[in-house]
């Protein structure tokens, strides 16, 4: 089966890696897709976001990575892929993740499947570790190292 873990991945960090990893060895195909979330503002360029995301699943053969900026279900039909894979860290995922899945679901028949984040990346986001970026923490364990160095330069611009 082709799945799609899409999401905003700004930028990708250890724990979206972990969700690529665990599709890839369950699905046959997995694409991951850099979609736009119009409720929040972004720091690096979908193209930047895919050339990260790229630069780390290169060890994964059945994983590729595109981007889009209309609805969700639009590509998934367009490009025949039956099912979302998305992580859940807690309840908030859940609760934020639910209606999302059931939209989707009613939009075009896509289903969406859910992968329980591994318990030591689950406090890990893109807002928080931007947030720790902009204040000097250490990002070690949280990005990968190639995200940590783009992360520092966009910091530095
Ligand atoms: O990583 P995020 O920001 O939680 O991912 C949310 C995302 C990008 C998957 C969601 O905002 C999305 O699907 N955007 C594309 C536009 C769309 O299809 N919106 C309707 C969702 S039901």
């Not at 969700?19 to 890839?24: C, T, Y």
């Not at 025949?80 to 998305?86: E, Y």
């Amino acid at each position: 089966m082709r799945v799609a873990c899409p999401g905003s991945f700004d930028p990708v960090t250890l724990g979206h890696l972990n969700i690529f990893e665990r599709s890839a060895a369950l699905y046959d195909e997995v694409v991951v897709l850099v979609t736009y979330n119009p409720n929040k503002q972004g720091m690096f360029t979908a193209s930047e976001r895919v050339a990260l995301i790229e630069s780390v699943v290169s060890h994964l053969p059945n994983v590729t990575v595109d981007s889009w900026s209309g609805l969700l279900v639009d590509y998934t039909t367009a490009h025949d892929i039956p099912a979302l894979v998305k992580g859940l860290r807690s309840s908030l995922d859940y609760e934020y993740e639910l209606p999302m899945a059931q939209m989707n679901k009613r939009l075009s028949g896509v289903e969406t499947n859910f992968l329980m984040t591994d318990p030591e990346l689950g406090y890990i986001s893109s807002t928080l570790c931007k947030e720790v970026a902009k204040y000097g923490g250490s990002l070690e364990g949280l990005l990968p190292e190639v995200v940590v160095a783009a992360l520092l330069e966009k910091m530095r611009g």
